[in-house]
């Protein structure tokens, strides 16, 4: 947030790229993985099935996850034991056979070190540019983009202050998780008054920003939940991934989870959400 408290980017015009942190897949990489938004947590058994089969059998030499893996995440210390313990050690084997890497998003800001090494996972910092075979991808999660959500951007310049993580994180577990659960309640209101439509798209001249001063032709962001491919001026990209839900009770709600893959052959939408 600007010293004059406005949301980033409404002021000034569009969003300045953050300071970027660059992964050079090696050589033997031929196929990346890139997925977002499932929104894990207990009581979602055929979207935890289905990453899981995907996470230990894929054929590609790299897992990137752009945000949102988890629905919420309180602390490190609630994964000594439980769901988000079971989550862990499922990545932890994964990790033996390819590279995965993590993006903190919205609802999982909070997943720390001592989660990720213990599980056998790389941090990947909010942007990241990723070269690999030739072209460069630039991977965040989306919601700092959504610069026209202003009590949103408002909440998410609070809530990622060290102070406020502090202070949190100092609260018993608890305590954490009941503060989590109200948060939720108030975003499953908001989802069911208003639908998807609430919640503010990327600022488009801000995408042309970021993707003129890192250098980049492909966006690549989840966090909307509208799965998509947009063109960007200059004969550029960007790709919106899919959230996860395999688990709706409501037959017209659609099931969804899908993978986005980068090779050789360039970038392929892999639909997971048909029965085996």
Known sequence: MSPSGAAP????????LPEVHRLVAPPHWRAVDLLSDLHLQEGLPA????????LLH??????LILGDLFEVWVGDDAAADGFEHHCAE???????????????GNRDFLVGPNFLSGAGVHALPDP????FQGQRYLLTHGDLLCIDDLDYQRFRAQVRA??????????????????????RRASE?????HGPEAYADLDVASVERWLD?????VLVHGHTHRPASHPVAGGRCRHVLSDWDLDAADPGHPRRAEVLRLSGAGVVRLDLSAPC
């Open 213 to 217: 001063d890192s250098g980049a032709d």
């Open 189 to 193: 209101q908001r989802k069911r008054e």
């Open 47 to 54: 979207t935890l099935a289905t990453f899981r089969e995907h």
């Open 162 to 183: 060290a102070q406020w993580r502090a202070g949190f994180l100092a609260q018993p577990l608890a305590q954490r998780r009941e503060i989590a659960a109200g948060l």
């Open 128 to 131: 990241t540019l990723l070269d």
């Open 58 to 63: 894929t054929t590609a030499e790299a897992v």
């Open 9 to 16: 980017g409404t002021a000034q015009g569009p969003l300045p």
């Open 90 to 104: 499922l990545l932890r084997e994964a990790s033996r056979h390819r590279w995965i890497g993590f993006m903190a």
